[in-house]
């Protein structure tokens, strides 16, 4: 039975594995429930209380910067509050339309059309998406790095 649990465990980390891609997949909330899954059925016998809380924060800090990614990369190239609006709601409306591709074009565009609205030129538009892209980018190595460390720990964890 242990058996079925940790192969259930680690398709749910592969899920959130994929997930680092794909918006529309929760990554790490499914990593950190493989972690859920197996300590709940094994009793914690391979990890405990503080393994868990330490990667809920780093799941749910993640998940945060995720979310804020695009919005702060924005911000860091001299983005104004209306390209930040315009970086989030172009993130949504992208990622609805056109998925993956959706929510790096949404981002960029977004803070751009954000940012002329708001009054400014063209020139500083243009440097507010490429923030925003560039905050896109990061926040996904940040959530594949996250992702890789914690199924690697749990299988160090499950191995030793």
């Not at 592969?14 to 059925?41: E, M």
């Not at 990890?47 to 998940?63: E, Q």
């Not at 970086?87 to 959706?102: D, E």
């Not at 507010?128 to 190595?141: E, I, K, P, Y």
């Amino acid at each position: 039975m242990e058996i079925l649990f940790l192969i259930i465990s680690l398709l749910l980390m592969a899920a959130g594995l994929v997930g680092t891609f794909l918006p529309i997949i929760p990554s790490l909330p499914l990593v950190y429930g493989g972690y859920l899954v197996y300590g709940l059925v094994t009793g914690w016998q391979n990890y405990g209380l503080g393994i868990m809380i330490a990667f809920g924060l780093v799941t749910g800090i993640t998940v945060l910067l995720d979310y804020l990614a695009g919005a702060l990369g924005a911000k860091k190239f001299g983005g104004t509050r209306a390209g930040v609006i315009g970086s989030t709601i172009g993130a949504i409306v992208g990622v609805i339309l056109l998925n993956v591709i959706g929510l790096i074009i949404g981002t960029f565009m977004g803070a751009i059309l954000g940012e002329l609205i708001g009054g400014r030129s063209m020139p500083e538009a243009v440097r507010s998406g490429w923030g925003a892209f560039l905050g896109f980018v990061a926040g996904t190595f940040f959530k594949i790095v996250a992702a890789v460390a914690m199924i690697t720990a749990f299988l160090w964890l499950i191995i030793m």
